[in-house]
């Protein structure tokens, strides 16, 4: 079995408008504190801010 990365972690990316969870990531947790990306939302059907949210295990 493989060892896994602890400085590696899995974040969800969530829409700033409506609030939805639509794309999951990995960053490094040493270097990277908050990711925010212009992507998607396929609820609001148009490409919005997209902030990172820790991932539930």
Known sequence: MAKKKWWRIT???????CWSTNY?????KT???KLELSKYCKK???QTI???REKLK
């Open 31 to 33: 270097t990277t504190s």
């Open 50 to 52: 997209h902030n990172s």
């Open 24 to 28: 999951f990531s990995s960053i490094n």
């Open 44 to 46: 609001c059907k148009k």
């Open 11 to 17: 974040v969800a990316m969530v829409c700033k408008e």
